[in-house]
């Protein structure tokens, strides 16, 4: 008896730790309210006085990643554009990480019912779930991160939600596979994916237009090697097409393609970075990295979204549009056979004008 | 010495609802205290991020009881562990170890699905109880491969479905990339066409994203308790899961009853693909889920493989991750911390359940040393 | 000639790929061996990843972060003995959580220690070690010969183990424990602490493993990065029917496997890469089926001992 009397002390202790942070939640959730109050407040004076520096600091966005931000690459990106848009504007900028698609519902309905005034869904895979969600928050607005294809296909199923803006660089795989195309001895280049997600699905499809504007003979390959995090893997897969002939390597498989950036340098083959400068991590097979310039894309989603501005829809931001960035040289200028460089610099400065509009 | 195999055989034969109150209570105790051990390691480590451990801590209640919207949360995390728990319990009563629940409920999802937006024209219920048949034929067959091999190659069904579990995943990713279920205007790949409104089930509080799986959850938890301590097969399975060699001897099929119990099993985990297809995502997802079949160990495993606590193990889980979602919300807690705390849950547990019997066996060997002084 | 040193480059690539898994799987036979079922190989591996990193990171040579991922797989097999000896709690549960743990532990110890970055800093990793006379030799200089340190340690290992295992007394004790701990117990040999000495030494044979893949193979940490190798050196064990030499055969034969598979992918095959991924898991499972019967576990595999 006495033991079961100690047990019961013990349950009774623990019950009491419970209770004593239950009340909490009550206190957190009482200025979650008022919070959604202001944030009507908030919108008016911002589209009053649209010109004068409006009060950022009781805006707030969120980002919903599907993976974690230190993948070097998809989620990372977007963590970085948020992290930028907190810091500029002192509002309150967080994110959450490692979303199942299953999962996505819940956080939607959470961050509506909490009256955040911007919720980035950082991948088209999440489409269904915020097509859903985002009429029953008028008052928050949506973005998600499309992967637009360059043939226009992907824009026949967008719907048209006043709150939903997809939103994504266009175009980018063109910009990889021009480069790509220019580099090449053996007119052989390869671009690999990590698996099929829209948002690699859409740099593939840009990848064999791009390779044809600057470089018709070239052939150019893609292919998935089915892993984001295998780096060892990924090395092998690229091992593999460059002893094949192929003599310029690119990726985009978050932390898996480090592996092959480093395949391309063991082997002394041309490579291209993605999604962030990767010049350092292989700095002797790194000619150029080109990135989804999210960090901008987002920033001016939320600058319009203060203006007044706020567009839904499809809002893509093209090649001449900031989209894309290409990083810089890091002394490969002096490398390269100047004809390449010249060539890149031309085929570039005419992409990003808008030159090659209506050719891929 | 021969006094343990006959408590051991009474733990693993007896019934477990009509165990004596007071053990159960004992268990219970034991497990809760372990449980709050194992929260205070993990707020610990979640100071040393330099986040409030009362912060996050307060955020995980909130998120799992605090509203309408919280419970049903809950309720939605819950669903999907009550099938792979009783999936890992119902092997594990059998001798059996299953660690593929995680694929057997994708392809529980991919055949339902398959059901679910190819089959048109039907009244929504006798849909909807198509969908669950097939779900649960397509897990049960996935695990029956990990039976049939472990009774005709002697292959260890440990390994075989933890392989299978990578393959289930690929497959279904290759099904809705570029295999047979992609959406036909191939708009966003990675997933399936809507399964036909005949084919959802019904929201069970209004307004909320909890649906009727886990009603099917429930029965299933009835299901288990009369086929494992009420039909004659269910005691054969449990007598071979105690002692294989002595179940044999005594003219049990054991074979046949592994057969059984793998396609069981399976068929049970596929029901947390189905429920998750049916009832919250109306498609077929690559990667959709979270990891419900490995916690399924866990919740088995807090459970003691038994009808209610499999109820109270996936209630914990549940709660878990619908507060832990939030608590990653609120605190800025990373996800990786949540699964570090929920394998401190685990060890806990499992260390707090096994410290409790080897001190029941020191008692009963003191009581046996004074009755015979 | 051409042909030749493609088929060189090609065997050093296997070796060099393989040995991660060599090592697990040497570590694991160690623990099957005295009775230890440990599926939580893949956790330990993990950590090791990133303790390896760190000590390199912080001490500049590369040994030294050997050393830091070695002690932290002694750490882990000591929580996992303690867990599965002292307190006879279910092995295959344990390995379970052992797994998550070590996934969600090295996320977020690398995350508090080196922050979010897409920078990759740079660390003292292994380097090729190209063995005087031997390695000059044409072909097999190239394929045996050139490789680095961690992988003729770990071949070294096969025998070594061996040795231990059928031609010491100690081995012998080991074994015996594996297969009847009551009989090993009664003839004076300390079940339990066979046991925690197979656990430890094992696990931190399995955290070479793992160290080698963060800091030989590839040049940092990244999360998840052991990719399944811990679970497919479950099955080499079984493959190799619970010798060194065999796990050896397995873990070259399944490297091969997936060398094989990258080249289809490369030879523009129109396998769909998820196929191609499936594979090595597919083999596996056909692997274990066919040799199953033929590999003969040892009789208390997996099964607590309570003395008494």
Not at chain 3, 54 to 71: D, K, T
Not at chain 3, 286 to 293: E, G, H, P, S, Y
Request: net charge neutral; proline share 4%; charged share 15%.
């Amino acid at each position: 008896m006495k033991k079961v009397l100690a047990w019961l002390l013990v349950l009774l202790m623990a019950l009491s730790t419970m209770g004593c942070s239950a009340p909490a939640p009550a206190a957190t959730e009482a200025p979650a309210e008022p919070a959604a109050e202001a944030q009507t407040a908030t919108e008016a004076p911002a589209e009053a006085a649209a010109t004068e520096a409006p009060d950022y600091s009781k805006l707030r966005i969120v980002a919903l990643l599907p993976g974690t931000i230190t993948d070097n690459g998809w989620n990372y990106i977007c963590y970085d554009a948020i992290k930028q848009i907190g810091e500029k504007y002192g509002c309150t900028a967080e994110y959450i990480e490692n979303i199942a698609v299953s999962d996505m519902g819940e956080y939607l309905n959470m961050y509506g019912e909490d009256g955040y005034d911007m919720v980035i869904v950082h991948g088209a895979q999440f489409e269904s779930a915020v097509t859903e969600i985002a009429p029953n928050y008028p008052n928050t607005k949506f973005c998600l991160s499309y992967g637009f294809k360059i043939d226009g296909s992907t824009d026949a199923n967008l719907k048209d939600i006043s709150n939903l803006a997809y939103v994504g660089p266009v175009g980018m795989g063109v910009a990889i596979g021009g480069i790509m195309g220019i580099l090449t001895e053996t007119d052989k280049v390869v671009f690999l994916g990590g698996i099929e997600t829209p948002a690699i699905a859409d740099i593939v499809s840009g990848i064999a237009a791009g390779v044809a504007l600057t470089n018709p003979e070239a052939t150019a390959t893609t292919s998935y090697i089915g892993t984001l995090t295998d780096q060892d893997m990924a090395r092998e897969a690229a091992n593999a097409f460059i002893a094949q002939g192929y003599d310029v390597v690119c990726a985009s498989a978050n932390s898996a393609q480090l592996g092959c950036l480093w395949a391309a340098e063991d082997a002394g083959v041309y490579a291209l970075g993605f999604n962030s400068d990767q010049y350092e991590i292989a700095p002797n097979a790194v000619v150029l990295s080109v990135m989804r310039n999210f960090s901008y894309i987002y920033m001016n989603v939320f600058e319009q979204l203060v203006a007044g501005n706020w567009k839904s829809g499809k809002v893509a931001y093209d090649l001449d549009q900031q989209g894309t960035l290409v990083s810089d040289w890091h002394g490969w200028d002096q490398k390269l056979p100047a004809e390449k460089v010249t060539a890149i610099n031309e085929f570039i400065t005419k992409l990003f004008a808008g030159g090659y509009k209506g050719q891929y | 010495m021969k006094r343990q195999i006959p408590s051991q055989a009474r733990r693993a034969l007896s019934p477990a609802p009509n165990s004596k109150g007071a053990d159960i209570l004992r268990q219970m105790l034991v497990s809760v205290s372990a449980i709050v051990i194992a929260l205070l390691l993990g707020m610990g480590l979640i100071s040393l991020m330099k986040i409030s451990p009362v912060k996050a801590f307060s955020a995980l209640i909130e998120g799992a009881f605090s509203s309408k919207n919280a419970l049903s949360e809950t309720l939605v995390k819950l669903t999907p562990l009550l099938f792979t728990g009783i999936s890992y319990a119902l092997a594990s009563r059998c001798g059996l170890t299953n660690l593929g629940m995680e694929g057997q409920m994708y392809i529980g999802a991919l055949f339902s699905s398959y059901v679910g937006i190819n089959v048109s024209g039907l009244p929504p219920i006798l849909h909807v109880l198509l969908c669950i048949a097939a779900g649960f034929v397509g897990g049960g067959l996935w695990c029956l491969i990990a039976g049939a091999l472990k009774v005709w190659f002697g292959a260890s069904e440990i390994i075989v479905t933890v392989m299978l579990n990578t393959v289930a995943i690929y497959l279904i990713e290759f099904m809705v990339t570029s295999g047979p279920m992609l959406e036909p205007p191939g708009t966003v790949t990675g997933q399936s066409s809507p399964i036909l409104d005949s084919a959802r089930l019904a929201t069970l509080i209004p307004g909320t994203r909890s649906h009727w799986g886990f009603i099917l959850g429930l029965i299933c938890i009835f299901l288990f308790w009369l086929f494992l301590w009420k039909s004659k097969k269910g005691y054969e399975v449990r007598v071979s899961g105690y002692n294989l060699q002595a179940a044999a001897y005594s003219g049990i099929d054991t074979k046949k009853n592994i057969l059984l119990v793998t396609f069981l099993a399976g068929g049970v985990a596929g029901l947390a693909g189905v429920s998750e297809v049916l009832g919250v995502q109306g498609r077929l997802y690559a990667l959709f889920s979270p990891g419900y079949g490995f916690d399924g160990i866990a919740v088995a495993l807090i459970g003691m493989n038994s009808p209610i606590g499999i109820i109270v193990g996936a209630l914990l889980f549940g709660a878990f991750r619908a507060g832990g979602n939030r608590m990653q919300m609120r605190a800025q807690v990373p996800d990786a911390i949540v699964s570090v705390i929920q394998a401190f849950v685990i060890i806990a547990v499992v260390a707090s359940q096994m410290l409790l019997e080897i001190w029941n066996e020191h008692r009963l060997k003191k009581q046996q040393e004074s009755k015979e002084a | 000639m051409d042909f030749l040193n493609t088929l060189a480059g090609w065997i050093a690539t296997d070796l060099r790929l393989a040995t991660p898994l060599l090592l697990a799987g040497l570590g694991l036979v160690i623990m099957n061996r005295a009775g230890i079922l440990n599926i939580g190989a893949e956790g330990t591996m993990l950590i090791a990843t990133l303790m390896a990193v760190v000590g390199s990171y912080y001490s500049g040579s590369v040994w030294i972060g050997m050393l830091f991922a070695m002690v932290s797989g002694a750490l882990v097999g000591f929580l996992f003995s303690l867990l599965t000896v002292t307190l006879r709690a279910n092995q295959v549960v344990v390995g379970a959580a052992i797994n998550i743990l070590g996934s969600g532990l090295s996320a977020t110890l690398f995350r508090i220690l080196f922050g979010v970055s897409s920078n990759v800093p740079l660390i003292d990793v292994f380097q090729p070690l190209n063995i005087p006379i031997l390695g000059d030799i044409p072909f097999f200089g190239t394929a045996f010969f050139q490789q680095m340190p961690v992988v003729y340690i770990a071949f070294l290992m096969v025998p070594m183990v061996s040795y231990y295992l059928f031609r010491t007394q100690s081995g012998l004790n080991l074994r015996a424990v594996g297969e009847n701990p009551k009989a090993a117990d009664t003839l004076g040999i300390s079940v339990y602490r066979t046991q925690y000495a197979a656990i430890v030494i094992g696990s931190m044979i399995i955290a070479m493993g793992g160290a080698f893949m963060s800091t030989g193979l590839t040049k940092f940490f990244s999360e998840e990065m052991v990719s399944g190798r811990g679970f497919i050196a479950l099955a080499a064990v079984i493959f190799g029917r619970y010798k060194p030499r065999g796990v050896m055969f397995a873990a070259i034969v399944f490297m091969a496997g997936t060398v094989t598979a990258n080249t289809l992918l490369a030879s523009s095959s129109q396998i769909p890469y998820q196929f191609l991924t499936m594979l090595p898991y597919i083999l596996t499972v056909i692997v274990l089926a066919t040799f199953a019967r033929s590999a003969i576990a040892p009789a208390s595999l997996g099964k607590p001992y309570k003395r008494g």
